[in-house]
């Protein structure tokens, strides 16, 4: 099961995921507490057992606050990310929501956002998985650039194929910017 929170940090845009969390099956959400289900026997198998997946976007980065296309340029968090993750991590603890394990990207900003939650939470512990398959969207040549430049140069409908399609790439390349 896939839950969605109330917040500005919450993606339903699988392009933009940068950190994943599962809750154990004992870890259920009920509306205002988590209950703890029945032991399962030791012979149920792992995947008849079920877990919610709790998707988190990272807060604003640095790139974001000046409107350039980021993708794979890793570059870290706005001061406004910084509290948006602390106010995710919080959002996701009242909602009475428990890990046993976070995955996240490897890029700076969603780290970061991993470590401000799991610290609102007070879930330090729990193991996490880094890979390159939750980095976001690579944007080619247009990693670096100003999106709405971007768009006035080459019109609103071609940028929104790029940056949504999943069959035509965005312009070869690499950041026209240092990052």
């Given amino acids: 099961m896939v839950k969605f929170l109330p917040s500005a940090l919450v993606a339903a845009?699988?392009?933009?995921?940068?950190?994943a969390f599962t809750v154990p099956s004992s870890f259920r959400r009920?509306?205002?507490?988590?209950?703890a289900s029945r032991s399962l026997?030791?012979?149920?198998?792992?995947?008849?057992?079920?877990?919610?997946v709790v998707l988190v976007r990272h807060g604003e980065s640095t790139w974001n606050n000046e409107n350039l296309f980021t993708g794979w340029a890793d570059v870290p968090l706005s001061?406004?990310?910084?509290?948006?993750?602390?106010s995710g991590g919080k959002l996701i603890k009242e909602a009475g929501f428990k890990f046993d394990v976070a995955y996240t990207s490897m890029?700076?900003?969603?780290?970061?956002?991993?470590?401000?939650?799991?610290?609102?939470?007070?879930?330090?512990y729990i193991p996490?998985?880094?890979?390159?398959?939750?980095?976001?969207?690579?944007?080619?040549?247009?990693?670096?650039?100003?999106?709405?430049e971007t768009v006035d140069k080459y019109g609103k409908d071609?940028?929104?194929?790029?940056?949504?399609?999943?069959?035509?790439?965005?312009?070869?390349?690499?950041?026209?910017?240092?990052?």
């Fill in 13 to 19: 845009a699988i392009a933009s995921i940068s950190t």
């Fill in 30 to 35: 009920s509306t205002h507490h988590v209950h």
């Fill in 41 to 52: 026997s030791s012979r149920t198998s792992s995947l008849s057992m079920k877990h919610t």
């Fill in 79 to 86: 001061e406004k990310g910084l509290g948006e993750a602390r």
């Fill in 107 to 124: 890029l700076r900003r969603a780290i970061h956002t991993l470590w401000l939650v799991l610290e609102e939470m007070d879930l330090f």
């Fill in 128 to 148: 996490i998985k880094h890979t390159w398959r939750l980095n976001e969207r690579h944007y080619g040549a247009l990693q670096g650039l100003n999106k709405q």
């Fill in 158 to 179: 071609q940028v929104l194929i790029w940056r949504r399609s999943y069959d035509v790439p965005p312009p070869p390349g690499g950041p026209t910017r240092a990052h």
